[in-house]
């Protein structure tokens, strides 16, 4: 059964850099739309960035300017680019997508998160 694998997160200085992905665990047709989202202890999920299949994107307007998210088909991957880390960036971070399956069915699928802490 497919599932999203979320790879990237890690320990990191504030002012670095983390790759975030997101890919389906088998073949597929294609992502129609796949958001990140992210969870700070004690706080509700939050989103993060979006993509849709027609190229638009969106952003949380808390980190415009220092993330971005784009798409690779041909790996069936989505990529989260967080610049300029900071202290409260720390958190889970999660991907939900929208998968099309080989059979022409679709998926909304969620990752089972990364970690990203943000600590000198």
């Known amino acids: 059964q497919v599932h999203l694998v979320e790879s990237g997160g890690g320990l990191v200085q504030p002012g670095g850099s983390l790759r975030l992905s997101c890919a389906a665990s088998?073949?597929?047709?294609?992502?129609?739309?796949a958001d990140w989202y992210r969870q700070a202890p004690g706080k509700e999920r939050e989103l993060v960035a979006g993509?849709?299949?027609?190229?638009?994107?969106k952003y949380a307007d808390a980190m415009k300017g220092r993330i971005t998210i784009s798409g690779d088909n041909a790996k069936n991957t989505v990529f989260l680019q967080i610049n300029s880390l900071k202290p409260e960036d720390t958190a889970v971070y999660y991907c939900n997508a929208v998968l099309f399956l080989i059979d022409s069915s679709s998926r909304n699928l969620w990752g089972q998160g990364t970690q990203v802490t943000v600590s000198s």
């Open positions: 993509f849709r299949s027609d190229g638009t994107t």
């Open positions: 088998e073949t597929i047709h294609g992502i129609a739309a």
